[in-house]
């Protein structure tokens, strides 16, 4: 039987997956109902992570793909991945949608990203684990050297971060990719890695993550969501969500989280 053509796009994937759900085998089956509940990770995950998720066999999920009427599982994820990356429109699309909508005087503007701001901040508590807070400050304050790495919107957290750590006298280190350097073979043993990243994640962020979580060095990762690419084995994860306006997102309740973390850093080191 020929394999129907592949969905054009995320809501005609889930209608596929419906469509296809019927009188599957029972390992077709298991990647179905996986899929339909977790279909936000196939953006970020392998095949072989989603088949371990769904308890089934790396070639039983590449089958479920051609069912689905993709070649492959590369095929599949790119539909995701191209979803991903257009959750937010183009910048002169922003501003262009604030202007027809009347918001675009400065007074307006204002008054809605410090809204945006505080319902961000009162976000902040409920999103960050304080088991995993604490965990993350014991890493950190006993590391010999505290790596930090943020681009793109991260950056001006990480560069905040070191700068914090500079004045308390706490070693740090900004990996800021200068020169496209990795800057990866100066972390050591007895160090630690803050890595910083959101949606569109960074690749570059989360492969140092990935390559410190690897070599044993104690990780810390401030991202937006659970499903994030940097929640990797061997990293600790504190999320925290910004409200957007107009789809601009300040950084008001990951600048709080990362002065908290330095605070307490400091104060763990002087004790």
């Given at each position: 039987?020929?394999?129907p053509?592949a969905?054009?796009?995320?809501?005609?994937?889930?209608?596929?997956?419906?469509?296809?759900?019927e009188?599957?085998?029972?390992?077709?089956?298991?990647?179905?109902?996986y899929?339909?509940?977790?279909?936000?990770?196939?953006?970020?995950?392998?095949?072989?992570?989603?088949?371990?998720a769904?308890?089934?066999?790396p070639?039983?999920?590449?089958?479920?793909?051609q069912?689905?009427?993709?070649?492959?599982?590369?095929?599949?994820?790119?539909?995701f991945?191209e979803s991903?990356?257009?959750?937010?429109?183009?910048?002169?699309?922003?501003?262009?949608?604030?202007?027809?909508?009347?918001?675009?005087?400065?007074?307006?503007?204002?008054?809605?990203?410090?809204?945006?701001?505080?319902?961000?901040?009162?976000?902040?508590?409920?999103?960050?684990?304080?088991?995993?807070?604490?965990?993350?400050?014991?890493?950190?304050s006993?590391?010999n050297?505290?790596?930090?790495?943020?681009?793109?919107?991260?950056?001006?957290?990480?560069?905040?971060?070191v700068?914090?750590?500079?004045?308390?006298q706490?070693?740090?280190?900004?990996?800021?990719?200068?020169?496209?350097?990795?800057q990866?073979?100066?972390?050591?043993?007895?160090?630690?890695?803050?890595?910083?990243?959101?949606?569109?994640?960074?690749?570059?962020?989360?492969?140092?993550?990935?390559?410190?979580?690897?070599?044993?060095?104690?990780?810390?990762a401030?991202?937006?969501?659970l499903?994030s690419?940097?929640?990797?084995?061997?990293?600790?994860p504190l999320c925290?969500?910004e409200?957007?306006?107009?789809?601009?997102r300040?950084l008001?309740?990951?600048l709080?989280?990362?002065?908290?973390?330095?605070?307490?850093i400091?104060?763990?080191?002087?004790?």
């Amino acid at each position: 039987m020929q394999n129907p053509a592949a969905p054009q796009n995320v809501d005609m994937f889930h209608q596929r997956l419906r469509d296809v759900s019927e009188n599957l085998p029972k390992r077709m089956r298991q990647c179905a109902e996986y899929l339909a509940e977790h279909s936000d990770r196939i953006a970020f995950c392998t095949v072989a992570e989603l088949a371990t998720a769904a308890q089934v066999q790396p070639s039983a999920m590449m089958r479920f793909c051609q069912i689905m009427g993709f070649r492959g599982y590369s095929e599949m994820q790119k539909l995701f991945k191209e979803s991903v990356s257009t959750g937010f429109p183009d910048y002169e699309s922003r501003l262009t949608a604030l202007r027809e909508s009347g918001a675009g005087s400065p007074s307006a503007l204002l008054a809605e990203f410090v809204d945006a701001g505080r319902m961000s901040l009162e976000n902040l508590t409920n999103s960050v684990d304080p088991r995993s807070l604490d965990t993350a400050v014991a890493q950190l304050s006993k590391a010999n050297m505290i790596h930090v790495v943020g681009l793109r919107r991260a950056y001006p957290v990480a560069s905040y971060l070191v700068y914090a750590f500079e004045k308390m006298q706490i070693p740090a280190m900004l990996h800021d990719g200068t020169g496209n350097l990795s800057q990866r073979h100066s972390v050591r043993k007895g160090d630690a890695l803050i890595a910083i990243t959101f949606a569109p994640y960074s690749e570059d962020t989360v492969a140092l993550a990935s390559h410190c979580a690897g070599q044993g060095i104690p990780v810390v990762a401030i991202t937006d969501t659970l499903i994030s690419p940097i929640q990797l084995k061997g990293v600790l994860p504190l999320c925290v969500s910004e409200v957007d306006f107009g789809a601009f997102r300040s950084l008001s309740a990951t600048l709080s989280l990362a002065i908290t973390l330095a605070v307490s850093i400091g104060a763990e080191k002087n004790a």
